[in-house]
């Protein structure tokens, strides 16, 4: 028998949920989350890798900082990020894996 993991879920915790999918639902964003999985980074890196101009990567880390899913953290003059929701890689492996299952099926 399956688990429901939803079962006893409170509806203030479906928002919470809800809003970190909401985070998670823009590929700028992922491509941020995907360039984050390498360690700590600062702006100018991620607009480096990224090719996102400085306004949108500030923008993008901004939702996902507020979503609980990146932290930030002084260093002098540098703001760094990182992820902090240790579960964001298997979140991200699970739909990838899901995503790549169904294209072959296709």
Do not use: W
């Amino acid at each position: 028998m399956i688990k429901n993991p939803l079962k006893g879920v409170s509806d203030a915790d479906f928002e919470a949920i809800a809003s970190r999918f909401r985070a998670l639902g823009d590929v700028s964003r992922l491509h941020l989350v995907r360039a984050l999985q390498s360690g700590e980074m600062n702006v100018t890196d991620l607009v480096e890798i990224t090719g996102l101009n400085q306004p949108n990567v500030s923008r993008h880390l901004a939702v996902l900082v507020a979503a609980g899913l990146i932290g930030r953290r002084k260093d002098g003059l540098n703001v760094l990020y990182r992820i902090i929701d240790e579960s964001l890689a298997d979140i991200c492996a699970i739909v990838c894996k899901s995503v790549s299952k169904q294209s072959r099926t296709r």
